[in-house]
């Protein structure tokens, strides 16, 4: 089991302890909605809810930010990331209705008021906001154009407004099909398992 506590700075006993129960909750949903395989489930902590925490290593939103998780998927990275920030509001957004079924099951059982669950297109969540966030939805060049437009002109966190996109491999080539300005995070330098090695936060500016 991971020790989120020493993994992410100043977390509260609370929300390590929801983070503890997402493993539970999810191999009882796998068992009826398939939203993640065996393999993962079996290092369900570091893969999943660890590598969504690489998102809060290399941002620490501001209370009241706006956060927008596209292609949330089983809820990831935003449901971990709306653990460690209560304060801050997360619309989960994601195409597939299996999966937003979890989704909403899990936040419902975690009692996160900070969460809304959104079952459509990015294009179509209501408002704006400060960062959208994503797991190896797509290529970038082909996502910034579904979500420049719902980011908000005016920031209130460390880094002007934008994208945090958790990534693997050689992104070489992927962001240099981007024109706008973006920035190489290795998490490797937060979590020392070999499955971080190649892994990064992508953060394209956006504003």
């Known amino acids: ?3 989120f506590r020493s993994c992410v700075p100043d977390l509260s006993e609370a929300s390590a302890a929801k983070l503890s129960q997402l493993k539970p909750l999810y191999e009882e949903w796998n068992a009826a909605i398939n939203v993640i395989s065996r393999k993962d489930m079996d290092a369900f902590d570091e893969r ?13 939103f501001a209370a009241t930010s706006r956060v927008l998780d596209v292609g949330t998927g089983g809820g990831f990275p935003g449901i971990p990331l709306a653990i460690v920030f209560p304060e801050v509001e997360f619309i989960l957004c994601d195409s597939i209705g299996k999966k937003m079924k979890v989704v909403r099951a899990v936040v419902d059982a975690l009692k996160l008021e900070n969460v809304t669950v959104f079952h459509g297109r990015a294009e179509d969540a ?6 959208v966030v994503s797991r190896a939805v797509t290529r970038m060049s082909r996502f910034i154009p579904w979500v420049e437009h719902k980011i908000s002109p005016n920031s209130r966190n460390p880094w002007p407004n934008g994208i ?3 990534k693997g491999g050689d992104l070489r080539e992927e962001l240099l ?3 706008q300005s973006t920035e190489r995070i290795p998490i490797s330098q937060w ?6 090695q190649t892994k990064e936060v992508v953060y394209v500016k956006l504003q």
């Open 177 to 179: 099909e981007v024109a």
């Open 1 to 3: 089991m991971v020790d």
């Open 191 to 196: 979590f020392k398992e070999p499955f971080f």
């Open 48 to 60: 999943h809810v660890l590598h969504s925490l690489a998102i809060a290593r290399a941002m620490r």
């Open 164 to 166: 945090l996109a958790l």
């Open 126 to 131: 209501p408002g704006s906001f400060d960062f």
